[in-house]
Structure formats: structure tokens, C-alpha cells
């Protein structure tokens, strides 16, 4: 693999085929307390392989309350402590609870929005939109708008109300909050578990898209693979516009990532918690400290999905600026919002038995299945929409969820395309002039604020999110709807 | 081989890998530091003209260096401060733990001046290491961006 990584594992992970998808890596070390369970293709195993995906895998597999078996996802990768890809679900009594299991950027993830114009209409506009995108919604390092200031009692309200707080002060419509993951309001946040720096971070960056993998893409629908999910999402037809945005709590939720995996640290100590790697620290989900680190993280969440909402809201207005219309004449309606980052109490049936757990997703999206009450009425028959976006300038997706997904993965699949090449060697390899002129040959405009970034975010450096998609697809546990590409995209 | 690097970045595949080197650990430091803000923007171009005062305390050595590169996060998040010079002026071991007081030197972030590369959201503690030999340590870290 030369360039492409990494440091091996360090010891040799067992593992067993169980069918072409589904691999087992056994209860090889005394303090497993469940397998792992890896969904993924020869290829896709092979490059897990290459790094600490798996041996994380097996880690996450001691922690205290752990059912079934710790998961990971076709886009595993390594990441700190627990792999990112994966989900594991901790007893709500006996279990514990992990900052490491949700990752630095608290609900990272991903919102769509439909439009009813087709790339044809749009086209002869579509740099005029780009730009107006790329001025109106910051992007890149230290980006903020100048115009939209909170304070810190609004940014306390915002983190209890969540979307509606934002949606109330005029950024949205009636009916966005509803086709939220939790109706965009984690209804436990409380904001006198957030540091006082983690407040501030977020008093500035709220509304703003940030830098590395996070991307807002116009996008078109490439192919429809289940035209009925699809009606009822809003994607009627191919070559049909769509906006993607991608982010998360940007400096608040690293912010309370850090704050509470030291107090995690101190917590693996005061309840005499065995740990395989110091980076799984964590707390009993009965203790005060989980209860703070869940109220805090919650009041990341309930961050997130509002910027997400201010940006979305922010993109309306840039179609309005470009076409001198009410933005509702072109649809732009939510699909949805997911998150790929977070920790949630759930019920699974496990051994034929209705748990309460904690369900820890690290780079994965909740795929729930047609008719759970979470999700919103006008989607109930079909399922839960899934959103997996790719990497710059390759393909998206739109999946759905599964009973399948409840049997296999505590209602989880895949988040991402997961990266294939490291960013030094994305840079040895691109210069980010080039990746701009590729993609604009395919009739891709691009508005980034950093050519380095272009370069590190080279398509080529990801692993192809079509395969994870396909993977997913096969195994079950979240089932193709769309496919969109993009036809601009707009960068940090 | 003649003078050592300051610091390189090593492969791995999602985040930035970051070895920083100094003759002391607190030359270390601060060539820690000058590589996150590296990664952020081309540092020779952030002129040294304001200062700031710092104090960080950590229970132990690994601790302190997440805690005085967070510090300089925090403050570029929060000041929009870059900064390009940095002196520690004391790295001692206290009752509690270990303490440094340095002095750095910067200037606001100003996007028409300066060089955008990638935000770093938080460092981590993830493959951390201090490998200090007799004449020289060197610092391993990852910074999620």
C-alpha cells in the first residue's frame, strides 16, 4: 500500500468470514466481553486491516454492559479509541457510557434539501448560486458572519430548545424541526454542564460550515433505485437539484469532547473500570459523571442541528438573492437531518428481550425501520432516510432504514466513504489547482476557501462510497434509494 | 544531517500526525506548537507583533502538552489569534503536576493576508508519545481537523 498508511496493529486480529459481508473477530482476549462484528467486502476488510480498525473494534469490545457485539461499519477506519464506523450499545443500568464513542464532533452529520428545479433550469445560474452560497454561508478557518450575533443567554436558550429556537427567530420554516433526527432537540441538554469554554467557542462559529471533509454540495439526482421511497422523500426524478450539507457543533462540541474525556479519565479511576486503551475512557451511565457528559453532549447535539438549520436557512436566501424569488417557488425543503456523531438511549429487542441501552453511534447514522415512532409521520411507512455523503465531487447517498438494521446493528449503517489515503499523501499526490480543474471539467463548480484542503479532500484519497453504500445495501441494514452527485460544491 | 527539524507530520490517513522536536522538552513545546499552527495557515506569514501571557497546569506531562496546545486553540477560536512565536519561559514540576509560563506572539487571523488551510477541531490524546533521549525530545501527537 506504500504511501497509503499506517502503524499496524498491535497484535494480530482473529478474524472469521461468516458470509461475503459479515466477519467475526472472536472473544480472543481474556477481557472481551462480546465479539466484534464487522460488516464489509474483501476489499473493504483489507484495508481495515492496514490500520487499528479491528483491534479497536475488539477494544470496544470490554466495555462494561456491552451487548451482542461492538459493530463496525463498511467505512470503518481507526479513530481515538473507538474505530469511526461503528456503534456499541452499553446496558442502561450495568453499562457505561463513552465520550470516545461519539468522537470530538458532537452530531456531525449531514441535511438535505430538495429543490423542484432541474439541473438543466439551473445550470445557466449555477455559478451565480455557487457564489452567493460561498458568501453567505462562512466556510474555511476562521470563518463567521459578521451580521449574526448571539449571546450567550441566546446560545444557552438555543441548546435547550434546539431547532425551534433558531427556526422561532425567523432561520426556517414551519416543518423543518419536524424532519429532524429528534425533531432537532435532544430534550436533556442542560447548558450548566458546558464549560464556560466551550461556550464561547460556540458563541462565534454558530451558523458556519468549518473546514476539512464538512462541504455544503448543489447536487443532482443521478439514479433512482426505489422510486416510491424516493416519491415520498421529495426526490421525484433524475437530474433533479438537491442541497447537501454537511457539518456539526464545530468549536462547542470539541469543546465538551475534551472537557469530559478528561473527567472520563478520572471517572475509569474512581469506579475501578479495566480498560484495554486509556482512549475508551468512561463513566456508568448512572453516575453523575456520564449524566453530565450526556446533558453536555446533548446540548452539543441541539448546537449542531441548528447550525446546520442557519446554514440551511442561509442557502434559501442565496436562491432568493440569484433569482429575485420567494425561495418557496423552488421547493427547498428538508428531507431530512441526521447525525453520525452521538450517544442515545434507545430499546432494542436483544435475546428476545426489550433493553434499555445506551447506543453509542461513531460515524454512523441511525437507520431505523418503517413505522418506529421516531420517525416523522409523512416518512412512518417507508422508513427512516439515511444520508451518507461521499467525498468531494464523487456520489452521495440516500438509503433507508431497515428491520434488518434492528437485527444487525442496534438501527445503524454507514456514515461516510471513510478515508483511503492520508492527508500528506493526498497533498504529495494533488495539488488542490488541479483537483479544482479536474472537477470543473465534469462540470462541477467549485468555491473553496482553502486550495490545500482541495488538495487533502481529493476524491481519490477516500475509499468509493459507492462500495459502502453497496455493502450496506446487501447486508441490509439500510437499502438504496438515491443516488446524487454534485454539480457545485463549496468548501472551507 | 545538519540542524533537526522543528517538527513533521507523519502519514496517517484521517487526521494530522504531528512529530515535534527541541534539545529541551520545552523547546519541544513550542515547536509543537508552531506545527498545529502550521497545519492552519502558513506561519511565516504571521507577523509576531502582539503578545500574550500564558500559564498552563496539567497533572502530568502528556496532559500538559494537550492543555497548551488547546490553549492556543481556544484562543484562536475565541481571539481569532494566530500565532508564529513561542517562548517558554518555565516548564516545572509542581505539587500538583506540571506548570509552564510562556509568552506568544501573533497577530489576528485576516483571511486576505493569511494562508487557509484546515481548522483543527481539538487535539487529542490519541497515539501521544514523549520520547525523550539524551540530547534531544520529541513529541508525537494527532490533531483532529
Not at chain 1, 133 to 155: A, H
Not at chain 1, 240 to 245: A, G
Not at chain 1, 448 to 471: F, G, I
Amino acid at each position: 500500500m506504500g504511501e497509503s498508511e499506517s502503524r499496524p496493529p498491535p497484535e494480530k486480529i482473529p478474524l472469521e468470514k461468516l458470509d461475503n459481508y459479515t466477519w467475526r473477530i472472536p472473544q480472543y482476549k481474556r477481557g472481551m466481553r462480546v465479539p466484534g462484528m464487522v460488516f464489509a467486502n474483501d476489499n473493504l476488510m483489507e484495508k481495515m486491516q492496514t490500520d487499528r480498525t479491528l483491534w479497536q473494534c475488539a477494544n470496544v469490545a470490554h466495555l462494561p454492559g456491552i451487548y451482542k457485539y461492538a459493530v463496525t461499519l463498511p467505512d470503518g477506519h481507526e479513530g481515538y479509541g473507538f474505530p469511526i464506523g461503528g456503534v456499541a450499545a452499553t446496558d442502561y443500568d450495568e453499562g457505561v457510557i463513552s465520550p470516545g464513542g461519539v468522537g470530538y464532533d458532537i452530531n456531525c452529520g449531514v441535511r438535505l434539501l430538495t429543490t423542484n428545479l432541474s439541473e438543466q433550469t439551473l445550470r445557466p445560474k449555477l455559478a451565480q448560486l455557487a457564489n452567493a452560497i460561498f458568501e453567505n454561508v462562512p466556510s474555511g478557518l476562521g470563518s463567521r458572519r459578521k451580521d449574526f450575533k448571539i449571546t450567550p443567554g441566546d446560545l444557552d436558550r438555543l441548546v435547550v430548545e434546539g431547532v425551534q429556537w433558531i427556526i422561532d427567530r425567523g432561520l426556517g420554516w414551519a416543518g423543518d424541526a419536524e424532519h429532524c433526527e429528534e425533531r432537532g432537540c435532544m430534550k436533556n441538554a442542560n447548558p450548566s454542564k458546558v464549560s464556560a469554554t466551550a461556550k464561547n467557542r460556540g458563541l462565534t462559529q454558530l451558523g458556519t460550515l468549518g473546514s476539512g471533509n464538512h462541504f455544503l454540495e448543489i447536487q443532482k439526482v443521478d439514479k433512482i433505485y426505489n422510486q416510491r421511497t424516493a416519491k415520498t422523500l421529495g426526490l421525484e426524478e433524475e437530474g433533479q437539484v438537491t442541497v447537501m450539507i454537511h457539518c456539526g457543533s464545530r468549536g462547542y462540541g470539541h469543546q465538551v469532547c475534551s472537557d469530559y474525556l478528561r473527567v472520563m479519565e478520572h471517572a475509569v479511576q474512581k469506579y475501578k473500570i479495566t480498560l484495554p486503551d486509556r482512549e475508551l475512557a468512561c463513566a456508568p451511565g448512572k453516575s453523575n459523571e456520564a449524566e453530565d457528559y450526556f446533558q453536555a453532549m446533548a446540548c452539543a447535539v441541539n448546537y449542531a442541528f441548528s447550525n446546520r438549520q442557519a446554514i440551511m436557512h442561509w442557502v434559501r436566501q442565496s436562491f432568493q438573492q440569484v433569482y429575485h424569488t420567494e425561495p418557496e417557488k423552488f421547493g427547498l425543503k428538508l428531507v431530512y437531518d441526521v447525525a453520525h456523531n452521538i450517544a442515545k438511549v434507545e430499546t432494542h429487542t436483544i435475546d428476545n428481550t426489550q433493553k434499555k441501552v445506551w447506543v453509542h453511534r461513531k460515524g454512523a447514522t441511525r437507520a431505523f425501520p418503517a413505522g418506529h415512532s421516531e420517525i416523522p409521520a409523512d416518512y412512518r411507512g417507508e422508513g427512516q432516510p439515511v444520508l451518507i455523503p461521499g467525498s468531494m465531487g464523487t456520489s452521495s447517498w440516500v438509503l433507508l432504514g431497515t428491520e434488518r438494521a434492528m437485527e444487525l446493528s442496534f438501527g445503524s449503517t454507514a456514515h461516510g466513504a471513510g478515508r483511503m489515503l492520508s492527508r500528506a499523501a493526498a497533498k504529495r499526490r494533488y495539488w488542490g489547482g488541479n483537483i479544482r480543474t479536474a472537477l470543473e471539467k465534469r462540470g462541477v463548480v467549485v468555491r473553496a476557501a482553502s486550495a490545500e484542503v482541495l488538495a487533502e479532500e481529493a476524491d481519490a484519497a477516500y475509499k468509493d462510497v459507492d462500495v459502502v453504500a453497496d455493502v450496506s445495501d446487501k447486508v441490509g441494514i439500510a437499502t438504496k434509494v438515491a443516488r446524487l452527485v454534485p454539480i457545485a460544491v463549496i468548501k472551507g | 544531517m545538519e540542524k533537526a527539524k522543528k517538527f513533521e507530520f507523519m502519514e496517517h490517513t484521517a487526521d494530522v500526525y504531528i512529530a515535534a522536536h527541541g534539545a529541551t522538552l520545552a523547546e519541544a513545546f513550542e515547536n509543537a506548537a508552531l506545527a498545529m499552527f502550521e497545519v492552519m495557515t502558513d506561519a511565516s506569514k504571521v507577523a509576531a507583533n502582539a503578545e500574550d501571557s500564558l500559564t498552563v497546569e496539567a497533572e502530568d506531562e502528556y496532559a500538559l502538552l494537550y492543555s497548551w496546545l488547546e490553549t492556543l486553540l481556544v484562543k484562536f477560536e475565541i481571539n481569532s489569534m494566530l500565532y508564529s512565536q513561542f517562548k517558554i519561559s518555565s516548564l516545572e514540576e509542581t505539587a500538583e503536576g506540571f506548570k509552564l509560563t510562556a509568552t506568544v506572539r501573533g497577530e489576528k487571523f485576516n483571511a486576505a493576508k493569511h494562508t487557509q488551510k484546515v481548522a483543527v477541531k481539538a487535539v487529542t490524546y490519541h497515539r501521544m508519545e514523549i520520547i525523550k533521549t539524551l540530547d534531544k525530545v520529541t513529541l508525537e501527537f494527532i490533531l483532529d481537523i
